[in-house]
Every structure is written in structure tokens, then in C-alpha cells.
């Protein structure tokens, strides 16, 4: 495997994926440019699902015969893979496509080309307003790549963002970028069907469709032969997962769950492949999440117990202006049954602050959520109003920038707080630990995390371990982001 740069720093790769949620970028690297005819470099933005189709789009440009280069001024072809989802994420592009400018002036057969969900947002208008900008793709058009670089080169901008509902790059398997070999992520689910009234994905990713489950279980096992220990199948909504396999009918006389596969039934499929394969997933939504993952969960020591169940408000009125779709005391309810059948769950969240009509007692139910879930980790963000949702259209964005930024202090400085006695909490505990390379600070050191999702530093102490392997190990210090500890 070509040494990269997550090989030598995963935990700066780590890093990384985090910020990339908060809308930064990581241009990754696969194998050795030199093999190919031509370069192509690409930059994700956004949550964890662009970063995983920008391996499907590195899959499809290496049949092309292109290769990935980490250095935009050697490229022919320079993509960004975008996002929509706040404001300051669409600025953030728009900036670095400026900084691709000087480069293009003095390279005039370079080839600029924006994907994901800006270009589907955008769509032409990318054209207008960016006279840089060659070709615009949306997240459902991938496979007309070749054809547009073709017409692009040819001297003609070309947009394709028809979106599908029945793409979901099923037989092609992604190129992993910058991969450290032992982490992987598997998309399970394209698109989405809530419509949160703050949201713009299911705008720019369209109608919700699963992936063929038997094609997402033997990319896991293909995964695990090639010597990767955790998998994360990834989805908007996983919960609402469903496959029905092509020539079985649903008809109203049977039962359509005995027919198709449920997320419960595929994490479990996925588990079976081995109890050395860890299995995660990303995102479960509060009105979806079932007991029966719950007790799936419960069920195989390989799937990790750490849930990502976003709030977003603690305060019923908001949620429903929202359109989330379940109440305060139902997420309570559901923080509760995790807890009932998985005692040790990890939990973390999402949350906006400042969402239309808040108010200041509003604000104050969210700390108090917060106070009562006890999450281990939150994202948080002041909300932003994206142009064509259902919150635009109906409700004005008039919470004051500055209130907005107070109450997401308090919402940060609380989450801290809470993060810092998680953290402390779990010294004197031992866990098992999947190592994924050398700590950041010292190669004397390992890198891994439990099965809570919480980072683990620990001495190697010369034991003949390598990443990929298993340690048991005795926390006896943390910071409110990292455990350390010493191999029992
Ligand atoms: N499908 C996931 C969320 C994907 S977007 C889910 O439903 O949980 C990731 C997070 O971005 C959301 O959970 C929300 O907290 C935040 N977000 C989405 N739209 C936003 C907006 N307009 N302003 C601020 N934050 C937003
Ligand atoms: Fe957006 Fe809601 Fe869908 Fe998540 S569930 S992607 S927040 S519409
Ligand atoms: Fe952003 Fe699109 Fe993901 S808007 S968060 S990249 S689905």
C-alpha cells in the first residue's frame, strides 16, 4: 500500500474528516501519480458522504487514466467536491476557487470542475457567476464525468445535475483516498426524503434510495480481506435503510419486511463477516432509530456502541417549525431506550442555535437537553438560512447575529464541560481499542479508539503490535477529546 499521508499522521487525517464536517477541506492522495497520463486533484468539502464520493469520482477519472496528484498547480483537472449546507461552507469554495485562478491563467489547458451539492444547488448559474469553473456535476451524475471533461476539453462548459432515484454507484468500487488501511467508509443510502425545514440536502442529494445490500456487504468483506478492521456504513438517515432485492414483489397480502432488508437486518449481515471487522454508522435520526438496532447492537461486540443522534433543538415548538417530526420528551425517550439497551453507548449530537423565532426560553430547553443526554461529543452550529428550503420560504431568519453567537457560547462552553466529566469519567476503565496508526505527538505512541468512538493515545512498549490489531488498554488520564492510558 503506497505510504500516504494518513499512513504517517492518521490522526491528523482524523482531524481533518472532523473539520471537514464543519465545512474545511482535505485534498486527498491515491497511489503513484506517475502511472497515469494525466492529474487530477480534488478537495472535499462537507459531510463524511462527499468525501466518499469523491472516491467513486477518483474510481471512474482512474479508468480514464487519470491520477491523483496533492498538488493542484501539476493538475490537468482540478475538482472541488461541495457543500451546501451552511452559508460560510458555499463562501469557503467560493474563496478557494479564486486561489485556483492565478494557477489556470498561466495553464490555460486546465480544466476546473465543481461537484456536489453547490453544483447541484447552482447548477448553470455556476457558469455566470464563476467564469473560472469548466464543468458543474451534480452528487447523481458522477458516470457522465468522461463525457463532460471530453466536451470541456473540447473548449465547451458542461453541466450535468439531473438528479436519479435510482443511482447509488452500486458496482463501482471507490478508490480510497488517503486511506490509513485500517478505517473505512461505506455508503449504504443516497439522498433524502425528511425535510427538516432548515435543511438543503434533500435539494441538492434528492430522493432517498438504498444500495443494493449485497453489494454493500461484499464491499465490506473485500474491505476486510484487504486487511481493514472497521467499516462505517454511512447514510442521511440510515434507519429508514431499506433494499428490495430486484424480482421480489411487494404486494399487499404479504408482509414486505419479511421481503426486503431492513438496517437492523444489514448491520447485522455486516457484522457476521467477522467479530474482527468493526462496525459503525452515520447518521440515525431520533424519529427512525428502532429497538431492533438497538438490540442488534446489543447483540455483536463488533458493532460499536456510539450513536451520532442528532437534536437539534430541546425545545418541541422549534422542533416542529423545523419539521423534525418528534418532540422533546420523544428524544428524551429515545436517549433513555439507548441507554436501557446499551448501557455503555457513546452518544453524540447536532444542534442549531438561533433557528427562526427562538426564543431566549427556547434556547434555554436546548442547555437543558444537553444537560439530560449527557452527550459525549456535540457539533454545533448557529443556523443559517439556506435559499429554496422550507424555512426560507415560510419563517424570516430574524434571530440577531449576535444573539445567535452568545447562545451558541453557551451551547460550546456546556458541551465542553460535559465532554471534559465523559472523558474523565472513563479513567480507571479498560477498553478495547482498534489501533489505527502512531499518535500525532510521538511514534513511541499508539492511536486507536474504542468502541464509544473516543480517542485512545497509549505507549507501544515494544509489544509486537501493528495497526489493525487489538489492544486492551487501562485509561489513566483524558482531556475532554482524548484518553490515555497503558496496555494491560
Ligand atoms: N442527515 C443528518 C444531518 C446532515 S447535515 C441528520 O438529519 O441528522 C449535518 C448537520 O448540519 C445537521 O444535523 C444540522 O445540525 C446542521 N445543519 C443543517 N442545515 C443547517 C443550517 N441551515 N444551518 C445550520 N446548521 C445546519
Ligand atoms: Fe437534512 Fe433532515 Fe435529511 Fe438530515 S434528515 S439530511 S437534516 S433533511
Ligand atoms: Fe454538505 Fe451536501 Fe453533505 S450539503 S453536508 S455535502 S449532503
Not at 126 to 153: H, M, Q, T, W
Not at 241 to 254: E, K, R
Request: proline fraction near 3%; include cysteine; charged fraction near 25%.
Amino acid at each position: 500500500m503506497a505510504e500516504t499521508l494518513q499512513n504517517l499522521h492518521p490522526e491528523l487525517y482524523k482531524k481533518d474528516i472532523e473539520e471537514a464536517r464543519q465545512g474545511e477541506a482535505y485534498a486527498p492522495f491515491a497511489g503513484d501519480p506517475n502511472e497515469f497520463s494525466k492529474k487530477f486533484y480534488i478537495e472535499s468539502y462537507g459531510c463524511q458522504m462527499n468525501f466518499s464520493d469523491s472516491e467513486i469520482v477518483a474510481s471512474i477519472l482512474h479508468e480514464e487514466g487519470f491520477g491523483a496528484t496533492r498538488n493542484f498547480e501539476d493538475a490537468d483537472l482540478v475538482l472541488l467536491n461541495t457543500c451546501s449546507i451552511r452559508e460560510k461552507a458555499e463562501q469557503t469554495v467560493r474563496n478557494r476557487l479564486q486561489s485556483f485562478r492565478k494557477v489556470k491563467e498561466s495553464k490555460p489547458g486546465m480544466l476546473i470542475g465543481v461537484l456536489g451539492c453547490m453544483a447541484e444547488r447552482l447548477k448553470a448559474k455556476f457558469l455566470e457567476e464563476e467564469k473560472l469553473v469548466d464543468i458543474v456535476v451534480g452528487p447523481d451524475a458522477y458516470r457522465s464525468l468522461p463525457g463532460l471533461i471530453n466536451e470541456a476539453e473540447g473548449g465547451q462548459k458542461s453541466v450535468n445535475v439531473l438528479l436519479s432515484r435510482e443511482e447509488t454507484y452500486a458496482d463501482i468500487s471507490p478508490v480510497r483516498l488517503d486511506s490509513n488501511g485500517v478505517t473505512a467508509f461505506v455508503s449504504i443510502m443516497r439522498g433524502c426524503n425528511n425535510m427538516c425545514s432548515f435543511c438543503v440536502v434533500p435539494f441538492t442529494r434528492g430522493r432517498e434510495r438504498s444500495r443494493d445490500a449485497a453489494s454493500i456487504v461484499n464491499e465490506c468483506r473485500n474491505l476486510f480481506e484487504q486487511g481493514y478492521r472497521e467499516v462505517t456504513l454511512l447514510g442521511q438517515n440510515v434507519d429508514s435503510y431499506y433494499f428490495v432485492p430486484s424480482g421480489v414483489q411487494i404486494d399487499a397480502n404479504t408482509d414486505a419486511l419479511q421481503q426486503g432488508v431492513t438496517f437492523a437486518q444489514l448491520l447485522e449481515q455486516v457484522a457476521l463477516i467477522s467479530p474482527l471487522l468493526r462496525v459503525r454508522f452515520s447518521t440515525s435520526h431520533p424519529k427512525d432509530i428502532t429497538d431492533d438496532v438497538l438490540h442488534t447492537m446489543a447483540k455483536y461486540n463488533n458493532i460499536c456502541n456510539y450513536i451520532h443522534l442528532p437534536v437539534q433543538s430541546g425545545n418541541t415548538r422549534v422542533l416542529q417549525l423545523m419539521n423534525r417530526t418528534y418532540t422533546r420528551e420523544w428524544y428524551l425517550a429515545k436517549v433513555k431506550r439507548i441507554r436501557e439497551i446499551i448501557p455503555d453507548c457513546g452518544l453524540s449530537t447536532d444542534v442549531i442555535t438561533g433557528f427562526c423565532t427562538e426564543t431566549e426560553e427556547e434556547h434555554q430547553d436546548t442547555l437543558s437537553v444537553m444537560e439530560l443526554s449527557r452527550f459525549d461529543m456535540a457539533y454545533m452550529f448557529a443556523y443559517s438560512e439556506r435559499p429554496g428550503t422550507l424555512a426560507a420560504r415560510r419563517f424570516a431568519d430574524d434571530i440577531p447575529e449576535d444573539v445567535k453567537k452568545r447562545r451558541l457560547t453557551e451551547i460550546i462552553n456546556l458541551q465542553n464541560s460535559h465532554s471534559r466529566d465523559s472523558y474523565r469519567a472513563d479513567i480507571g476503565k479498560t477498553f478495547e481499542v482498534l489501533i489505527e496508526g502512531d499518535s500525532k505527538r510521538s511514534d513511541k505512541d499508539w492511536y486507536g479508539r474504542n468502541s464509544q468512538n473516543k480517542v485512545v493515545v497509549f505507549a507501544k512498549n515494544d509489544r509486537p503490535l501493528q495497526k489493525g490489531d487489538y489492544a486492551m488498554v487501562r485509561i489513566n488520564d483524558a482531556t475532554s477529546a482524548t484518553l490515555m492510558g497503558e496496555m494491560v
